[in-house]
T-cell receptor, first 115, second 111 residues
């Protein structure tokens, strides 16, 4: 079945860049997503990338996708204390293979931004 | 424009009881999915509703059931509650192949 893995913790200093990594197993993934979750809150969609792309940039966020290695990363430039949260990587499978209706999430990476 | 609205925000139930959670999708969205997020874990897919039918189901027992109404809102029902059902229950809506918008969730505690 599908599996998504992320490292559990990342600590950076304010103003530095953060890079959060994710690996997945489903070779038929169509979309890959990054969500942010703050304490006690739901999930906020940050950005997503279609599987036939290898990079997407959106203001401070850059997503890189290596489809061959099934590796996804999220780079946050000029990280601020307000970026402290848990970041989830999620993949959406192929509708043709019965997986297009659900997201499979990783366990989340807790990002701590220090002054 | 209201996003996804879930109610209640918090709920405490006793083992063996039944619970109903409610979700109103974002305006213009017609697909509703439910996820369970245990403490310290990523969300797990329960099921998805589209056109009032369950379109896909995750690996959850039959104690978990749902419904979608003609106005696209949805309910999640859980029967015979277990301690292990304590979690944050998230509703997500979408339109077609678009990205999913999540609500803030219902925190269910089973005692």
């Amino acid at each position: 079945g599908e599996d998504v893995e992320q490292s559990l913790f990342l600590s950076v200093r304010e103003g530095d860049s953060s890079v959060i990594n994710c690996t997945y197993t489903d070779s038929s993934s169509t979309y890959l997503y990054w969500y942010k979750q703050e304490p006690g809150a739901g999930l906020q969609l940050l950005t997503y990338i279609f599987s036939n792309m290898d990079m997407k940039q959106d203001q401070r966020l850059t997503v890189l996708l290596n489809k061959k290695d099934k590796h996804l990363s999220l780079r946050i430039a000029d990280t601020q204390t307000g970026d402290s949260a848990i970041y989830f990587c999620a993949e959406r499978g192929s509708r043709a293979e019965g997986g297009g209706n659900k997201l499979t999430f990783g366990t989340g990476t807790q990002l701590k931004v220090e002054l | 424009d209201a996003g996804v609205t879930q109610s209640p925000t918090h709920l405490i139930k006793t083992r063996g009881q039944q619970v109903t959670l409610r979700c109103s999708p974002k305006s213009g969205h017609d697909t509703v999915s439910w996820y369970q997020q245990a403490l310290g874990q990523g969300p797990q897919f329960i099921f998805q509703y589209y056109e009032e039918e369950e379109r896909q189901r995750g690996n959850f027992p039959d104690r978990f059931s749902g419904h979608q109404f003609p106005n696209y809102s949805s309910e999640l029902n859980v029967n015979a509650l277990l301690l292990g059902d304590s979690a944050l229950y998230l509703c997500a809506s979408a339109r077609g192949e678009g990205g999913y918008t999540f609500g803030s969730g219902t925190r269910l505690t089973v005692v």
